[in-house]
């Protein structure tokens, strides 16, 4: 067997046996899809890989602001290069990273900045996109417009009992 076979193997191994691990290098992907405002697909290598803005949850599509998401999203990043910092990968195998555009800025905090997404408190340790959250909501700018915005979260909740109970 071959070493690299082997690193490969001691890869996946760790891969699965750490599903948080976090890859440390950044690295330049292209994005090529861009599905809902905080999911998109890059390319990498040669593959494609689906992942989640790490830190925020935006509406889903069919959510009031939900398309104002996504097509902020896409003017940010679609068929663009981004550099992906701190992918991980969670052990339901959903991946997450910041998307970073080339000067600097980080496309989920400015996702929040305009209202279109909210701080993922239960996953995130990043106390500042609080502090962004706040203003937007302060300022009444994308969802925060409306008197009581549901996230997402809420948002499906009762269509999964529903979905759930009716089989």
Known sequence: MSKHHILVGLVLALAAVCPDFSWAA???ARVTTVHEGDRLTIRHHGRNETLYLKD???PDLKQPYGKEAKHATAAYVA???V???GLTR???GRVSAEVVLHDGRNVGRELL???LAWWQRSTSNNAGLEVIEQLAKASGKGLWADSNPVPPWKWKAPKQTSQKSSH
Do not use: L, M, T
Request: charged share 50%.
């Open 56 to 58: 925020i949850d935006c």
């Open 83 to 85: 550099v992906v910092r």
């Open 26 to 28: 950044d690295f330049v």
């Open 90 to 92: 969670d052990k339901h």
């Open 113 to 115: 900045k305009e209202g």
């Open 79 to 81: 068929n663009r290069d």
